[in-house]
C-alpha cells in the first residue's frame, strides 16, 4: 500500500527573501502520518510526506518526506506521484493558499504618480525596502484537491475543512459540500474557535453524512487511519 499524506502550509514568494504563507503548523498532518506509521506500518510500503517549509515530517523508514514551496509546487508533486505510481489513498491535511502572488507594483505606479526620473525598483532578487508604497496583487490559485481524483480515479481522497466560529450544522453541510464537489471518500470537518493546545474538536464525515467525533489531534489521527485501513482492506 502507498498513501501520500500532505501537511503544513504552502508559501508563495514575493521574492527571494519574502513570502506570504499561513498559520498552519502542520501538526495534525504529522500526527496522522505518525499513525500510520506506528500502527501499519508492516501494511504500506511507502508514505509520501508532502510538507510546507516550516512544518516536521515523520521519520520512518516507510516515509518519503518532500519538501513543498507553493501551490505549484504541490500541483506538480501529487501529479507527478499520481500518475507515476499506484497511490491507495491520499490525505489531503496541507493548508493550501486561496491565493498565489501575480503581480508586485506600487501604489503611485498604479495611480499614474509615478516619478519618471526616479521609478521604484521591482526587479532584481529582492524588492527595495525603500519603497514605500508596495502592492502585492494576487490571484486565486487552483484548487489542488479537484485534480486529485480526476488523475487517479481509484485512489481514496480524505479532504479537510476548516472553519471559524459558525454552527455546527454550517460546519457539517459545508464539510459534506466538500465531499461531493471533489468526490472526497472522507472529510475531516473542524472549526478554528475548537482548537487549541491540548483539544481539537473534529467530525469526520462520511459519505452518508454519518460522522465520527474526535477531541484531541491524536485521537482524530487514528480515526483517519483506522477508516482508510478499513476501506482499503475491506
Do not use: W
Not at 527573501?17 to 511507502?46: H, P, Q, W
Not at 500541483?75 to 496541507?94: F, G
Not at 503581480?103 to 525598483?121: I, K, M, S, Y
Not at 474538536?201 to 485521537?219: Q, S, V
Amino acid at each position: 500500500m502507498k498513501i501520500i499524506i500532505t501537511a503544513g502550509g504552502t508559501s508563495e514568494r514575493i521574492d527571494d527573501v519574502r513570502m506570504i504563507t499561513n498559520s498552519s503548523t502542520g501538526r495534525l498532518g504529522y500526527a496522522i502520518g505518525r499513525a500510520f506509521a506506528d500502527k501499519y506500518g508492516g501494511r504500506i510500503e511507502k508514505i509520501y510526506y508532502l510538507h510546507g517549509l516550516r512544518a516536521a515530517y515523520v521519520e520512518s523508514s516507510i516515509v518519503e518526506p518532500i519538501a513543498i514551496e507553493g501551490v505549484a509546487d504541490l500541483q506538480r508533486q501529487l501529479e507527478r506521484l499520481l500518475t507515476e505510481e499506484k497511490i491507495d489513498a491520499v490525505i489531503h491535511a496541507m493548508a493550501v493558499s486561496d491565493y498565489i502572488v501575480n503581480e508586485v507594483t506600487t501604489l503611485d505606479r498604479l495611480r499614474g504618480t509615478e516619478d519618471p526620473e526616479n521609478p521604484a525598483e521591482l526587479s532584481g532578487n529582492k524588492i527595495s525596502s525603500d519603497i514605500d508604497d508596495l502592492v502585492i496583487h494576487m490571484k486565486r490559485s487552483p484548487k489542488v484537491i479537484n485534480m486529485i481524483k480526476k488523475a487517479s480515479p481509484q485512489t481514496l481522497l480524505m479532504g479537510f475543512k476548516l472553519l471559524s466560529g459558525v454552527p455546527h450544522e454550517e460546519l457539517i453541510d459545508v464539510g459534506y459540500r466538500l465531499m461531493e464537489k471533489n468526490d472526497c471518500d472522507f472529510v475531516l470537518a473542524n472549526d478554528l474557535k475548537k482548537i487549541g493546545k491540548d483539544f481539537h474538536r473534529g467530525y469526520l464525515i462520511h459519505r452518508d453524512k454519518t460522522y465520527d467525533i474526535m477531541e484531541t489531534n491524536e485521537e482524530i489521527a487514528d480515526m483517519i487511519a483506522r477508516r482508510v485501513m478499513e476501506r482499503s482492506f475491506s
